[in-house]
């Protein structure tokens, strides 16, 4: 079983749209969980971090994180064509500083 | 946030051939990473490096693939040894700043 997982993709929404990015994770230890977007050739840039249950809100992104459940997700309301892209969940666990990454799910955003 | 400066951002090179990789990060951290992301894949973590002591290894990795320094507490390099055309991938740093990760820009390495 993988530490991290994310819904599979590749997940295409229209413009203006709401695209959802899902995320499970396994170690009940992990403490912090993050968002990263990674364009074609970049390295991932942190877009949403969550510490705590509940929703977390920065402009048109929302991060949700359940513990109970193991579940973290990304709501991207009014999807552009910029936010195409990889998304990567990560889950900070209780080894200071080390990540584990999800797969990655890439986000085309159709005009 | 803390900045990290990365160098090269890409090279391309011979198999057999060593790279080293080197992260500088403006302020002093106690732990640096390590991470490798093969086209089309993930990141995995390699190594954890630590001033004054040897890095830590995940499974997978071995220090004489991967040698990596720390000579202080701003400054680490990783070496990909005695390289394969398999080696080609992305190479990250990566420093934890407040519970929250940030990386370097990369390395894009190709082996021809």
């Known amino acids: 079983q993988k530490e991290v997982e994310q819904n599979s993709g590749p997940l295409s929404v229209p413009e203006g749209a709401i695209a959802s990015l899902n995320c499970t994770y396994s170690d009940r230890g992990s403490q912090s969980f993050f968002w990263y977007r990674q364009y074609s050739g970049k390295s991932p840039e942190l877009i949403m971090s969550i510490y705590s249950n509940g929703d977390k809100e920065d402009g048109r992104f929302t991060a949700q994180l359940n513990k109970a459940s193991q579940y973290v997700s990304l709501l991207i309301r009014d999807s552009q064509p910029s936010d195409s892209a990889t998304y990567l969940c990560?889950?900070?666990?209780?080894?200071?500083?080390?990540?584990?990454f999800g797969q990655g799910t890439i986000l085309t955003v159709h005009p | 946030s803390a900045v990290i400066s990365q160098k090269p951002s890409r090279d391309i090179c011979q198999r057999g051939t060593s790279l080293t990789i080197q992260c500088q990060v403006d302020s002093q951290v106690t732990m640096m990473f390590w991470y490798r992301q093969q086209p089309g894949q993930s990141l995995t973590l390699i190594a954890t490096a630590n001033q004054g002591s040897e890095a830590t290894y995940e499974s997978g990795f071995v220090i004489d693939k991967f040698p990596i320094s720390r000579p202080n507490l701003t400054f680490s390099t990783l070496t990909v040894s005695n390289m394969s055309p398999e080696d080609s991938s992305i190479y990250l740093c990566s420093v934890v700043e407040n519970t929250e990760a940030f990386f370097g820009q990369g390395t894009r390495l190709t082996v021809v």
């Open positions: 990560a889950a900070l666990g209780p080894s200071y500083g080390k990540l584990t």
